[in-house]
């Protein structure tokens, strides 16, 4: 399959891209009109895309998840999608047809109606255009779509995929008007037309603006008038100074471990308060099983018996991360702790023992391949503790060695690397989104591991299954699977946070494993 551009992008929560805003509690109410003080969020992410055809990273679905629309939207603290632009949706014939009848009455922000020709468009336009960085491989499993009249949609997919729902409820659903946008060709003028809760006014590279669209149709009450998002690109700093000069009322996505524990400490003494979120963006070391030193299965296995995940969130995240035991985190349907289970408490014996099982007796010489910021502004920081447990151990002479996110990627995809990090953010809050890419050909971890069960029989099978509390025992099959085989060590996962001024409420409702941001939960004044 394709390489997930989200995996490449995303500046993961570790270190921590913490969700920062301000609040007292939860603010109940509200309506969709649109009423409320101006929120102004600042954020490190850059926007990527304004076209849904195009985007895949954190910054440009959170545009989609606010100014367009998708058939069906994860409600705040759920994992289930429900309908959104649509009535209602249902599976037929197996899991491989998925109809859907869209709401009345449902309209564009700029006054056209939304029908299922748009529907229709928007998915077969991502498709078509299949741009590197857009969401086209979310929606490879789609055969063909009919639209029998105005307010039905019918998907047809090529194999079962009881996912199909939160695939097309995360930002490659996002609907576009076919008046507004080209069949075969990017927008290329900054602008964006859909039919969610916001419209967006402008955007530059420093500043997105963002006011109620009065024509919205759903689910969502907006709590505030308009939301101003200033860009940081990657300056925690000058985030972190925005906040505390009140030129931001809430700070989302980009401050360090550090920051999190300071503010924890102080908060309150400047009217600035943190608040603790669910996630599921993760973390893991991922070993090239054709490299000459780790493609050895008791190297691996010696790496996983020495470290110490506990002391990596204690002492470089200061505990805004949880250890991490399996490729499918915590609060996700089919996690298990199979990596705990197999390897248990860090055991220098047991790393001694798998090496000369192996016939290494010698120290083992390695380089652990790192990248500043792009997963975290501590990742260099955890690869340096990693390389320190692991020499300690006496077993190895291991050293860090960190390069530009361009000449990473390059050399990831060429096998040069034996053992480097990557950081993902869940598309949708399914185990499907934690194991399906990550193996076979052209896999996303780049580390040229294949297992035939694992894709041939117990991936499709879980894929099929449209009760998905009825895969955990296939799912914990493959992350056993895993555990034994080691193409990746998880580390940990990590927690959300929001920070942000006094008065502002509601943002509780944004920290949850969807990873959708919502505008309209924010409140100030």
């Not at 037929?92 to 564009?108: A, E, I, P, W």
């Not at 190297?299 to 506990?310: P, T």
């Not at 955990?472 to 992350?479: D, F, I, L």
């Amino acid at each position: 399959m394709k390489a997930h551009n989200k995996w490449l992008t995303a500046p993961l929560a570790a270190g921590l891209a913490a969700t920062l805003l301000s609040g007292c509690g939860t603010e109940q109410g509200g309506d969709s009109g649109g009423s409320g003080s101006a929120v102004r969020v600042g954020m490190s992410d850059e926007i990527m895309a304004t076209d849904p055809a195009a985007g895949y990273d954190p910054g440009s679905w959170l545009l989609f998840n606010n100014v367009f629309q998708s058939l069906l939207a994860f409600p705040k603290g759920a994992s289930e999608p429900e309908p959104e632009a649509a009535d209602k949706c249902g599976f037929s014939g197996g899991s491989k047809v998925y109809t859907c009848t869209l709401r009345d009455g449902l309209k564009f922000s700029n006054g056209n109606p939304l029908t299922s020709e748009d529907v229709k468009f928007s998915f077969e336009r991502a498709l078509k255009i299949a741009d590197p960085n857009g969401p086209a491989p979310l929606l490879s499993s789609i055969d063909s779509i009919e639209t029998p009249d105005e307010k039905t949609v019918v998907f047809k997919l090529k194999v079962p995929d009881a996912t199909f729902p939160s695939k097309i409820a995360s930002g490659a659903g996002s609907i576009v008007d076919h008046r507004e946008y080209q069949a075969d060709g990017l927008r290329t003028d900054g602008k964006a037309v859909g039919s969610g809760p916001y419209k967006l006014d402008s955007i530059s590279d420093t500043e997105a603006v963002f006011s109620a669209n009065s024509a919205y149709q759903g689910n969502a009450k907006r709590k505030n008038g308009s939301v101003t998002l200033k860009l940081y690109q990657g300056d925690r700093e000058a985030l972190a100074k925005a906040l505390s000069d009140g030129d931001v009322d809430v700070a989302y996505r980009g401050l360090s471990a550090d920051d999190i524990a300071a503010l924890e400490n102080s908060q309150g003494d400047k009217g600035i308060q943190v608040v603790q979120g669910s996630s599921a963006e993760v973390q893991h070391m991922v070993f090239n099983v054709k490299d000459p030193v780790v493609g050895k299965l008791g190297v691996r296995k010696a790496i996983a018996h020495l470290v110490d995940r506990e002391a990596l969130v204690q002492n470089v995240y200061k505990s805004t991360a949880t250890p991490l035991y399996s490729i499918v985190p915590a609060g996700i349907a089919g996690h298990s702790t199979s990596f705990f289970d197999t390897y248990g408490e860090p055991d220098k014996a047991k790393a001694k023992a798998a090496l000369r099982k192996d016939g290494i007796t010698g120290k083992v010489k390695l380089t652990l391949w790192s990248t500043p910021n792009r997963f975290g502004p501590s990742t260099d920081q955890m690869m340096e503790a990693i390389a320190t447990q692991l020499n300690a151990s006496g077993l190895f002479d291991a050293k860090v060695e960190s390069v530009s996110f361009e000449k990473y990627e390059k050399d990831i995809a060429a096998g040069k690397y034996g053992v480097y990090v990557r950081g993902w953010v869940p598309d949708y809050p399914d185990a499907d989104n934690f194991t399906s890419p990550f193996f076979g050909d052209d896999n996303v971890l780049g580390n040229r591991y294949e297992n035939a069960l694992i894709t041939g029989e117990l991936l499709p099978a879980v894929a099929a299954s449209p009760d998905r509390s009825e895969t955990g025992s296939t799912y914990t099959k493959v992350q056993d699977l895993v555990a034994d085989e080691l193409p990746l060590l998880p580390l940990w996962q990590g927690k959300q946070y929001a920070v942000a001024r006094e008065g502002v409420t509601g943002l509780e409702w944004t920290l949850d494993a969807s990873t959708v941001f919502r505008f309209w939960e924010i409140k100030k004044g």
